[in-house]
Nanobody
Framework: QLQAYGGGLVQAGGSLRLSCAAS????????MGWFRQAPGKEREFVAS????????NYADSAKGRFTISRDNAKNTVYLQMNILKPEDTAVYYC???????????????WGQGTLVTVSS
């Protein structure tokens, strides 16, 4: 089970930190990722982090503004979002998979999502 939280309403230019707590899976054997789905749009990849945390991957829209990290001792993955823009408004989901590093789709496990709203 994956439970994302930390969303909310923020003004453009502000910051938010999302967290995702995992249970029922061997956290440190899973690549973790964040996805988002804006109203009327398809879900899209945002960022991912390797099992040990040494490697990260970002969508172009997230590069330079978002940082993904994980704490394997706490079974938690984070997404620090800075310089938020109205177009970042979406439901953010954490997800996980066991397998080769580098996937941006086809994750096995999904959380319920947390809403981020960025006002202009």
């Amino acid at each position: 089970q994956l439970q994302a939280y930390g969303g909310g309403l923020v003004q453009a230019g502000g910051s938010l930190r999302l967290s995702c707590a995992a249970s029922g899976l061997t956290f440190n054997r899973n690549v973790m990722g964040w996805f988002r789905q804006a109203p009327g749009k398809e879900r899209e990849f945002v960022a991912s982090i390797s099992r040990g945390g040494a490697s990260t991957n970002y969508a172009d829209s997230a590069k330079g503004r978002f940082t993904i990290s994980r704490d394997n001792a706490k079974n938690t993955v984070y997404l620090q979002m800075n310089i938020l823009k109205p177009e970042d408004t979406a439901v953010y989901y954490c997800a996980a998979y066991r397998g080769t590093w580098g996937k941006t789709a086809g994750y096995d496990y999904w959380g319920q999502g947390t809403l981020v709203t960025v006002s202009s």
